[in-house]
């Protein structure tokens, strides 16, 4: 699941229309506080963030993000229509973020972006997944090797 956080529903709309298109399943929020209190209760593959909102702006939710396990892992892109700057774009990747897109976005280069980011954060848990079961062989055979 995607998780869209924008404090416009007009751009939360619009967004959820085009990744629902390709049958991505869409989670949104209106917040940086409500993606917080998501992002504890769901797991997400993608998280597309908007830089400026009230409140807890982008760079903030992702710097929060990245100091839990539980989502440390998850990529964020950073959506922008104000913070075209360099040191805007600097400081996304600084708090967390895999990419930064300014708008307005090529709907196309952003499904390009979207399906390769989910493809590699799946294969992330996958291997993780692996070398949990890993762990456990490796352990269970130092018991056994033990008795």
Do not use: C, H, W
């Not at 399943?25 to 504890?40: C, F, H, M, N, P």
């Not at 979207?114 to 294969?123: A, D, G, H, I, N």
């Amino acid at each position: 699941m995607i998780l869209i956080v924008d404090d416009q529903e007009a751009n939360i709309y619009s967004l959820k229309k085009l990744l629902e298109s390709q049958n991505f399943s869409v989670d949104t929020a209106l917040s940086g506080e409500e993606a917080l209190k998501k992002v504890l209760k769901n797991n997400y593959a993608l998280i597309i963030l908007d830089v400026q909102m009230p409140g807890i702006d982008g760079f903030e939710v992702a710097e929060t993000l990245s100091g839990f396990n539980k989502t440390k892992d998850v990529p964020i892109i950073f959506l922008s229509a104000v913070n075209k700057d360099k040191k805007f774009i600097t400081k996304g990747y600084a708090s967390g973020g895999i990419d930064y897109v300014t708008k307005p976005i090529d709907p196309d280069i952003l499904m390009l972006k979207v399906k390769t980011f989910s493809r590699l954060y799946e294969q992330t848990v996958a291997l993780n997944d692996m070398q949990q079961i890993l762990r456990l062989e490796i352990e269970e055979r130092k018991k056994r090797s033990r008795s």
